[in-house]
């Protein structure tokens, strides 16, 4: 039988109570994302059933959606505020950018893949998502203008932390992004204070290669 609305709704928030709260995010504006935004939209048909699963999911042109708990655990770290403007890199299924599009004034995102970004778009814009400006490019070099950024949210994984990612940082920006081998990464947070940019880092995680002059050849 297929899935109804409703029945998604339901799984959306029993992965919100299973996958995120029991796991220790607790910040409300970010579960209310999570609750609302529509993860099967994102996903090919094929796959809808599993949206609400505790994985990733393939989304064709061998990329992923990123796996719930992973989406939220990042977007708490970056901790978006209703004012910030923040850049994406790799914008892939537009499930991110959609959460990322409630928490603060404006998400500019850059993927790779023209079809992705395409694809991000429409159904970002059919869910009702205005506060985003798309691009394809590569996005390892950062956004193509002079911008700066309170945030940025990288969601692929880098061989060496790209440079003009970090320059295009506000200061007291912070930029999340995984870095390492190519099949494990450790969480990187950087913030720009004063001259520097001071790095913590978290969880060790599993992303698909980030293209492009900074990325993996
Ligand atoms: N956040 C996404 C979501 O919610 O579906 C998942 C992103 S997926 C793990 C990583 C994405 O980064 C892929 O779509 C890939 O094409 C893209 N990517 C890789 N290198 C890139 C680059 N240099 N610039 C922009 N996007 C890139």
Same mark, same amino acid.
């Not at 039988?1 to 339901?10: A, H, L, R």
């Not at 990733?56 to 990123?66: K, N, V, W």
């Not at 949210?153 to 992004?177: C, E, H, S």
């Given at each position: 039988?297929?899935?109804?609305?409703?029945?998604?709704?339901?799984q959306r928030q029993n992965m919100v109570q299973q996958q995120i709260k029991a796991r220790g995010i607790k910040d409300s504006r970010i579960l209310s994302a999570l609750t609302n935004v529509a993860r099967?939209?994102?996903?090919?048909?094929?796959?809808q059933r599993l949206a609400y699963n505790d994985g990733?999911?393939?989304?064709?042109?061998?990329?992923?959606?990123?796996?719930?708990?992973?989406v939220a655990y990042m977007t708490a770290l970056l901790a978006p505020k209703a004012q910030d403007t923040i850049l994406e890199i790799g914008t892939g299924s537009g499930y991110q950018t959609a959460i990322l599009s409630l928490l603060c004034k404006h998400v500019f995102?850059?993927?790779?893949i023209p079809q992705l970004a395409l694809k991000a778009k429409q159904i970002n814009d059919a869910s009702g998502y205005k506060n985003i400006t798309y691009l394809s490019a590569d996005g390892s070099m950062g956004w193509p203008a002079q911008i700066q950024f309170d945030?940025?949210?990288?969601?692929?994984?880098? =061989? @060496?932390?790209? #440079?003009?990612?970090? *320059?295009?940082?506000?200061?007291?920006?912070?930029?999340?992004?995984?870095v390492g081998e190519?099949?494990?990464?450790?969480l990187q947070y950087w913030q720009h204070v004063g001259d520097e940019f001071v790095k913590h880092e978290y969880l060790s995680v599993m992303f698909? =290669? @980030?293209?492009? #002059?900074?990325?993996? *050849?």
């Open positions: 039988m297929p899935s109804t609305d409703e029945t998604f709704s339901q099967h939209a994102y996903v090919p048909q094929s796959r990733p999911l393939p989304i064709g042109h061998q990329q992923t959606i990123s796996q719930p708990y992973i995102t850059i993927e790779f945030a940025i949210m990288v969601t692929a994984a880098a =061989p @060496l932390t790209p #440079q003009p990612l970090l *320059q295009q940082l506000k200061p007291f920006g912070r930029m999340l992004i995984p190519r099949f494990q990464q450790l698909v =290669p @980030l293209k492009g #002059q900074q990325g993996w *050849q």
